[in-house]
């Protein structure tokens, strides 16, 4: 019996060590980023090819902004992946971009609450509104830069030996990412540059439209779970966007919406609250230069259906021509 309990003492210990080795080197390490800092200090010298995930995308955001310090940018942008294109291939000149996937509001504010704290100063701020900032979000994910959480969290994989396949791949760089050596236009694969910006990865046209008709479904599904409108939170984000218009030259971007999203669904309650967050932003954010529109085809923005990535993010060529250079109807 007394050899037994060794056995399976010594067979614990051995899973514990190996889980904690495996948490250590993997992209699911939270707590020291391990991966994160080694993707970041490639990623600020390189433009990187990108195969899978390296790394949580808020914790190379919060290792970017470190390994930055007091660095001085022209353009500063923080949103979700509709600003992520705003960077050099899409002509913001020394730019540094930390959108994330999903962003909330809780992410703006913390993540420019980081720029300031590591002392990093700007021109100009960009930052993007979407309607689900019109809610408070059942998106956890601003709780990544929670170290606390982090640590909570890292414990329970470790003892749970809780890691997917992506986890275990992400501890062998060349399997995540590789130096971009063609031409960002010649190369149809993702990109992120050193700035922080990506280029989408490129699809054949059938593939494009495929995706798009997917996406309009699943988007639709997500607008059922999140796009409610509750206005004293609104309010908070508004009054957010009007504190750092004083104290910064900032633009607000709002990214369109392919317009099959409307004709598919024109009565449903939960796509109008699209445009009546919107006519909220107008009507109380209307000193604070915006470009861009949810709806898409008016005279805020016009893009045409095959710029249109998916149902909620438009190409690189797009965003030159209406983000960039397009000076909008203000």
């Known amino acids: 019996m007394k050899r037994l309990i060794i056995s399976l003492l010594i067979f614990c210990l051995v899973l514990f060590g190996t889980s904690l080795l495996i948490f250590y080197f993997s992209k699911a390490n939270l707590v020291t980023d391990t991966s994160a800092k080694r993707f970041i200090s490639t990623s600020l010298q390189y433009d990187l090819i990108i195969a899978n995930a390296p790394c949580d995308e808020r914790r190379a955001v919060a290792q970017r902004i470190k390994q930055l310090n007091n660095r001085h940018f022209t353009h500063l942008i923080i949103g979700s992946s509709r600003v992520m294109q705003l960077g050099k291939f899409t002509g913001f000149n020394n730019a540094l971009n930390l959108g994330v996937s999903g962003a ?3 992410d703006l504010k913390i993540i420019l609450d980081l720029v300031k704290l590591n002392q990093i100063t700007f021109d100009s701020l960009h930052l993007d509104f979407n309607p689900w900032y019109a ?9 990544y830069f929670d170290q606390v959480h982090n640590i909570e969290s890292g414990l329970k994989d470790i003892v749970l030996f809780r890691y997917s396949k992506s986890d275990f791949k992400s501890i062998i760089p060349s399997l995540n990412y590789k130096i971009r050596t063609l031409v960002p236009e010649k190369c149809n694969d993702h990109i992120i540059f050193s700035d922080g910006s990506i280029k989408q990865k490129s699809h054949g046209e059938e593939k494009r439209i495929k995706n798009l008709n997917y996406s309009i479904k699943n988007l639709y599904h997500k607008i059922r779970e999140f796009y409610v409108i509750d206005e004293k939170y609104l309010s908070q984000v508004f009054q957010f966007y009007h504190e750092v218009s004083s104290q910064y030259p900032t633009t607000i971007y709002l990214s369109p919406f392919h317009p099959l999203l409307f004709q598919t669904y024109p009565q449903d309650s939960r796509i109008q609250n699209i445009l009546k967050t919107e006519n909220l932003f ?4 209307g000193d604070i230069p915006a470009k861009g529109s949810f709806v898409n085809q008016t005279s805020y923005i016009d ?3 095959e710029m249109f990535l998916d149902a909620m993010h438009i190409s690189e060529v797009a965003i030159r021509k209406y983000f960039t250079s397009h000076p909008g109807p203000r």
Do not use: A, G, I, T
């Open 104 to 106: 909330s509001y809780e």
């Open 135 to 143: 809610s408070p979000s059942n998106d956890q994910r601003f709780l």
């Open 282 to 285: 107008r009507k109380h954010c």
């Open 303 to 305: 893009v045409p259906s």
